[in-house]
């Protein structure tokens, strides 16, 4: 063999190892170079279009860290800003955001599921420039039926949701966005939890939203994110973090667990409702739900998503938000 053929041999090694350890880098590292924790942000790098989150065992640095996903919400939840409101608090709390300036508004409405949401609709108005309104009441869907907490009827959400309606109606926002966890409400004539059904709360949804699209403004639902059958999955990946498929769960039990079912049962009796679902953002893969995406925690308490990764989801909300609202509400 001359110098010539050995060198090139050499360089045909080299470029050929070259090659493997790009692919060996893309399987270990599956998300965008440079990005730390990209989280959702992975799941559009074409570099990552194979990966099968809730295989991987391993991730590099989990953010928000298991120990600290608690905490990892949006910042109106802490009691200091009186945004949130909580137990036995009927009246609302309008907490503004986004571009406050703005002339259109986009307002949240519900629950901690429509709340977990609201640091990323504000990062969106911010950069395409609408106002976000948000009226959330922990525990409390918006619906004009009577809910129970255990056994006890809890008055102040359906007072706190009529008060909402009354605050709606006078701010008149171009659009409406709704979600929640709860499935079932009481019928009328019934005070006990064992009572409660989900025609009920789907009767109480359909009354509110038919009363703000009457008065002109479209309504949106955000579905459910499906309910984690690992959770809490903080304490999980904590516990599994050289086995994070451990803490992966099945998608259809997780959907039907959520109230994504009665809300898309609801808003199919109420014409013109439209519908966000991330769920193929959460949950990407065929039929599960992996705990960790692109280094991204995906879930803190019970079935509430990090805002970390909310906010990592931007660019598919944004999308989804736009066909919700025939381009309206779009991202520039």
């Known amino acids: 063999m001359t110098s010539r053929q050995k060198v090139s041999v050499a360089v045909t090694i080299a470029l050929a ?44 640095r989990i953010t928000p860290a298991p120990r600290d996903a608690e905490k990892d919400r949006p910042a109106f939840y802490d009691n200091g800003s009186g945004c949130q409101i ?9 907490c503004a955001a986004g571009d406050r300036d703005a002339r259109r508004t986009l307002m949240l409405v519900g629950d901690s599921k429509i709340a977990q949401w609201q640091t990323a609709f504000s990062h969106l108005g911010e950069r395409a420039g609408w106002r976000v309104l948000s009226s959330t009441k922990k525990a409390c869907p918006f619906t004009d039926a009577a809910i129970t907490g255990g056994d006890k009827v809890r008055d102040d959400c359906r007072q706190w949701g009529r008060y909402t309606m009354q605050d709606i109606l006078r701010l008149r926002p171009d659009v409406v ?6 499935d079932t409400a009481l019928p009328v004539g019934t005070s006990h939890g064992e009572d409660r059904t989900t025609g009920a709360m789907v009767a109480g949804l359909r009354s509110f939203w038919k009363q703000i699209q009457q008065a002109g403004m479209p309504v949106v639902v955000m579905l459910d994110n499906p309910f984690p059958s690992t959770h809490p999955v903080d304490e999980c990946v904590a516990a599994h973090l050289n086995e994070l498929s451990a803490c992966a ?48 925690l ?29 381009g309206r509400f779009a991202e520039r």
């Open 17 to 60: 190892a070259v090659m493997v350890l790009a692919v060996v880098w893309a399987q270990a590292s599956p998300h965008s170079p440079g990005s730390d924790a990209p989280g959702a942000a992975a799941l559009l790098d074409p570099q990552s279009s194979e990966v099968d989150w809730s295989t991987l065992e391993t991730a590099g």
């Open 298 to 326: 995906v879930y803190r308490a019970g079935s509430h998503l990090t805002k970390t990764f909310t906010v990592s989801a931007e660019r598919q909300l944004s999308r989804e938000l736009a066909e919700a609202t025939h």
């Open 249 to 296: 769960f099945a998608l259809a039990p997780g959907q039907q667990e959520a109230a994504a079912p009665v809300l898309r049962k609801a808003a199919r009796g109420v014409p013109g409702v439209e519908i966000i679902d991330m769920t193929p953002t959460i949950c990407p893969d065929d039929g599960m739900c992996p705990a960790v995406i692109g280094d991204v």
């Open 177 to 182: 966005i709704t979600s929640q966890r709860f």
């Open 86 to 94: 909580g137990d036995g608090d009927a009246v609302p709390k309008i």
